[in-house]
């Protein structure tokens, strides 16, 4: 009979969350020395075509590096008004094991003066039998960084949303109130600004673009509001679309991100800069070691941008794209199926002007090469407006160039003090406005009222765009309900996201009939 003890695995809880989870946190992982090849017995011999890497040491640890960088990493805490329904209950997963008390206490934080109660079965802040909910002050915590010694911060603008009161906590133990400077609802990303009386210590942008899958990355944030929290792991993947936003191209981390982390940064192994903590996936709650940030390329051109005029200022080509399939390359005459097919050409756009038309397939910007619609889109954000821009192009099967002044694209809430625009349902990529004529094909006599709501413009990339809806079209119906106006569409977007539905139906009316159209929720959660 063997003496050797039996271990018990551990059972690993985890906190019940959506599908895709805007992050808020971080946690502690163990970095073990690890080598680079594997070994082989004394007379093995190795195949000629085996794959084999000369011997690496593995880190030892960040203990360095997170000193280095930590006086420069933030906690933002937010006040502000949320309905009663959007405060969570403790997870039947949690209740009784040791991660409750953590959870409590970042759920408390989110209800300032709610108090136990006394009455069994109630929860703390539940209100009595009988008494509907209200909706109360909450408190919110996220993360940041400093990018300027100025005082400038950088986060999510889901950590800030449209908080009554923003204040940072430094690492030094100072809190500090905070004046929002800028936010970016398309990147998810806000700027800060405090009045510190001297100097702060700041971090500086790694290239994004540099990193490889299998790279190192350290992350730090305020998990469960405990500050200061480093975590380590790997680059999983890149260029990640994961539904957020029609510019999504995430860094994917199994760095360990939780409640409390969103706005912190993800660091390469010098201590730069090359992501922040935005997102998890999280199908059974908690994290699951994927995680995702969105990269430094594409955040230090908002970010540099908010910082000028709290504004940000995309590049603006016109199109309706869409991916281009086997049956579609096929039918075209296409060598593949790589390129952005145009699909449409909003008139007067800079497209239109350029003589770009519907049927080009776009292959190439400024030397770079297009696969996708959505890179496209993305490229064609980076550009700065009015700059001029060459196009790759294949046109009735030949490559062609054509030059493009590249035009500003209208940006939705973009300074603090702006509200939500009643014309752009958020992140469905609809420029929306008021139907100024009756509806194609009607018997409507001259002079009366219009009906719907019109589409003004459709994001290149977007969801919107990539289930066909297009300028021009009326909107009559949005989840089930007829609809009259912009606000109309936008109450029942947010309807449809509050009951949790995946998608939302529109029924649209364009020359040639009308048909229903269901476009996802993106990152809902």
């Known amino acids: 009979m063997s003496n050797t003890p ?7 809880t985890m906190l019940a969350a959506g599908l895709l989870s805007l992050a808020l946190g971080t946690s502690a992982l163990t970095v073990l020395p690890f080598t680079g090849q594997a070994q082989t017995t004394p007379g093995q011999t190795t195949p000629d075509t085996a794959i084999t890497l000369p011997r690496q040491a593995g880190p030892v640890g960040f203990a360095d590096l997170a000193a280095r960088v930590a006086p420069a990493v933030v ?7 949320a309905p009663a329904a959007a405060v ?9 094991t040791p991660l409750e008390p953590f959870f409590r206490r970042f759920q408390e934080q989110q209800r300032p003066g709610a108090r136990p109660d006394a009455r069994q079965g109630q929860r703390p802040g539940q209100p009595p039998p009988g008494q509907p909910p209200q909706g109360r002050a909450r408190m919110g915590q996220g993360s940041g960084f400093i990018i300027d010694a100025a005082g400038y911060i950088v986060t999510n603008n889901h950590v800030v949303g ?24 398309q990147t998810d990303l806000a700027l800060l600004k405090v009045e510190a009386g001297s100097p702060l210590p700041t971090l500086v942008w790694g290239d994004s673009d540099a990193t490889r899958v299998g790279d190192w990355v350290v992350a730090m944030g305020n998990p469960f509001g405990l500050g200061g929290s480093v975590t380590a792991g790997i680059v999983s993947a890149r260029g990640r679309q994961i539904g957020a936003g029609p510019y999504d191209d995430f860094i994917q981390t199994d760095a360990p991100i939780n409640p409390g982390n969103s706005g912190g940064p993800l660091f390469n192994g010098n201590g730069e800069v090359v992501g922040i903590n935005t997102a998890i996936y999280a199908p059974g709650g908690g994290n699951v070691g994927i995680g995702f940030a969105v990269p430094s390329r594409m955040a230090r051109n908002v970010i540099a941008d908010l910082q000028r005029d709290g504004v940000v200022a995309r590049g603006w080509l016109g199109v309706a794209m869409q991916p281009i399939d086997a049956e579609l390359a096929a039918a075209l005459g296409l060598p593949n199926q790589r390129g952005a097919l145009v699909a449409g050409v909003e008139p007067n756009s800079p497209a239109a002007r350029a003589g770009l038309r519907p049927g080009d397939v776009v292959v190439g910007l400024q030397g770079r090469e297009i696969a996708t619609p959505r890179e496209l889109a993305i490229a064609v954000a980076e550009l700065e407006p009015e ?18 002044t590249i035009g500003l694209r209208e940006q939705p809430q973009q300074q603090a003090e702006a509200q939500t625009e009643a014309e752009r349902p958020d992140s469905l990529g609809l420029r929306l406005a008021p139907a100024q004529r009756p509806l194609p094909n009607s018997k409507a006599p001259a002079g009366a009222e219009a009906q719907g709501v019109q589409v003004a413009g459709v994001d290149p990339g977007s969801v919107a765009a990539t289930r066909g809806v297009r300028p021009g ?3 009559l119906r949005a989840g089930g309900r007829e609809v009259s106006s912009p606000r109309d569409v936008m109450e029942a977007v947010a309807a449809a996201r509050r009951e949790g539905r995946p998608a939302i139906a529109l029924q649209l009316s364009r020359e040639s009939g009308n048909a229903f159209v269901a476009l996802p929720l993106a990152g809902q959660g």
């Open 88 to 96: 969570a209950e403790i997870p039947p997963e949690l209740r009784g």
């Open 387 to 404: 700059s001029r821009a060459t196009f790759a192009l294949l046109r009735d099967g030949a490559r062609t160039e054509q030059a493009v």
């Open 473 to 475: 079209d009326i909107i």
């Open 162 to 185: 449209d908080a009554a009161s923003v204040r940072v906590e430094l690492a030094d133990g100072r809190e500090l109130p905070a004046r929002v400077v800028g936010r970016d609802q």
């Open 75 to 81: 906690r933002v805490s937010v006040t502000g008004q």
């Open 6 to 12: 039996k271990t018990t695995p551990r059972s690993r």
